[in-house]
Every structure is written in structure tokens, then in C-alpha cells.
């Protein structure tokens, strides 16, 4: 398909003097491939998937396999472009199984709640082992638990690009690692594009297939990841003394053993 991924060209943000993001021009984001946003805090990670989602003014022009988002109104651009914050919004008392109907609803997919919308729902809860959580309310969540049921909310839209502001943070190692695979296995699958704000480079290194590393507003390395996260790049980036080994089972693993000073 001409135009497949998601493209993005001229992406500044500006809170009145202060820029925030320097006319970045990424390299398209691939269907069917996780791309990992890595860099310390205030590196402007965020601000550029907001960006990305049209949240936040941009003259950015972002296109979606050929779809020119830049020129749709929100409500239409979040149909095929999903955006999941790092902050949720406050808890509503709503059913959970009430809350991921409601979401397809805005994603455009009917509005009815019969026996196969009913079905698919629940479904999509137990992809992410959360079935028994259905019937339980939103204000009645754990944070993590919410983060769960957020995820399974914006996969169940079926969207065409996934933009995820660290969905992990709230998450036991269990529910990371876990989360991690139904985002890989998603992705393949569907063929979407997503980007996923990260901190863990473990699980960056291992679990997703590409990485930008920002640094102050700006890209400084791109590519599949266990190319970029690198020794030299993480001294650049993180300012850390840092390896990256390889484990017994041949996979990469990344070694901190101190702070630059």
C-alpha cells in the first residue's frame, strides 16, 4: 500500500517561549513492527506522541497509511489513531465490561451492546486475564488494574495506529511482560503501527523491534533496537556506564554499572 505507517514531518511543539520539540522529521513508523520511544525525562517523549495524536498544536503534517490525520478533526482521527495517556483519566463508577463497549462506540463501532459485541468485549478482557474484572467498577480499580483495563479498551477499538505513554508503570512484572507479548502478538497480527513510551530498556532491548532516542527535543538515533540501544548511545543519552551482554538463551540484556559524572 502506498503510504503503509504512519508518517510524521515537522513536528515542533512550543509552550510559549520555550520550545519543546525541534522540527523532528522521524523515519515512517512500519505496520506491523512496536517501536520503542526512549530518552531521559523531559526529553520530550510525551509531547511528541501527543503530537502525534493531534493533542497538543503542531504544524506537524502526520499521515496514516495514506490518511492525512493532520487534517481531520479529533473525534475522527482518534478512529484510526488511539492514543493512551500515561495519566488516566479520573475513575467514572461504570461497569468495566460498560467502559470497553463505550470505547468501540467512539472508535465508530456501534453503539448496541448484543450477544457478538457482548462476546468480543469480554474476550478482549480475557487477552489481557482480566475477564473477572467485567462486572466490577471503574472507580473501584487498582491503578494497575485500571492501566489493564485501558489497554484492553484501546486494543478493542481496532485501531489502526497505537500510541501508549508507558503502560507499564503501574504494572507488576508479571502484567509487564505480559502486556509486552499481547502488544507484540496485536501488532504483528493486525498489522498497526505502534509507538510505546518506555524506561525499562530491558524490555525495550528484548520486546519491541525498532527504538527513537530523544534527548531534549530531539532525535539523536533511530533504528531497530538492539542496533541503537548501545553502550555509546546510552552514555550519550542517559549519561550512564553502561553494556549491553547477551544471556545464556542468546538474548541481549542491558547492564548499568554506574553514573557519569
Do not use: W
Not at 517501536?35 to 511528541?48: D, I, Q
Not at 492514543?83 to 475513575?91: D, F, V
Not at 519491541?208 to 533496537?225: E, K, L, Q, W
Amino acid at each position: 500500500m502506498t503510504g503503509a505507517g504512519l508518517c510524521a514531518r515537522h513536528v515542533s511543539v512550543r509552550y510559549g517561549r520555550r520550545t519543546v520539540l525541534h522540527d523532528l522529521d522521524p523515519a515512517p513508523f512500519v505496520r506491523g513492527r512496536v517501536c520503542a520511544l526512549l530518552g531521559p525525562n523531559g526529553s520530550g517523549k510525551s509531547t511528541f506522541l501527543r503530537a502525534l495524536a493531534g493533542i497538543v498544536p503542531s504544524p506537524a503534517v502526520i499521515t496514516l497509511n495514506g490518511m492525512d490525520l493532520s487534517r481531520m478533526p479529533l473525534a475522527q482521527r482518534t478512529r484510526h489513531c488511539v492514543y493512551l495517556p500515561q495519566t488516566l483519566p479520573a475513575p467514572v463508577h461504570l461497569q468495566v465490561l460498560e467502559s470497553l463497549i463505550a470505547a468501540r462506540h467512539v472508535s465508530g463501532m456501534g453503539s448496541g451492546a448484543d450477544d457478538t459485541v457482548i462476546a468480543d468485549t469480554l474476550e478482549t478482557l480475557d487477552t489481557f486475564g482480566i475477564g473477572d474484572l467485567a462486572m466490577r467498577y471503574m472507580d473501584e480499580l487498582s491503578g494497575g488494574q485500571r492501566q489493564l483495563v485501558g489497554l484492553a479498551q484501546a486494543l478493542g477499538r481496532q485501531p489502526e495506529a497505537l500510541l501508549l505513554d508507558e503502560p507499564l508503570s503501574a504494572l507488576d512484572l508479571h502484567h509487564q511482560f505480559s502486556v509486552m507479548d499481547i502488544v507484540r502478538r496485536t501488532t504483528a497480527a493486525r498489522r498497526i503501527v505502534t509507538i510505546i513510551v518506555l524506561h525499562d530498556l530491558n524490555i525495550a532491548v528484548r520486546m519491541t523491534d525498532d527504538a527513537v532516542i530523544m534527548r531534549d527535543g530531539r532525535i539523536i538515533a533511530a533504528g531497530p533496537s538492539r542496533t541503537v540501544i548501545s553502550p555509546a548511545l546510552l552514555q550519550q543519552t542517559y549519561g550512564i556506564h553502561a553494556r549491553v551482554e547477551t544471556c545464556s538463551r542468546g538474548e541481549p540484556y542491558v547492564m548499568v554499572d554506574g553514573t557519569i559524572d
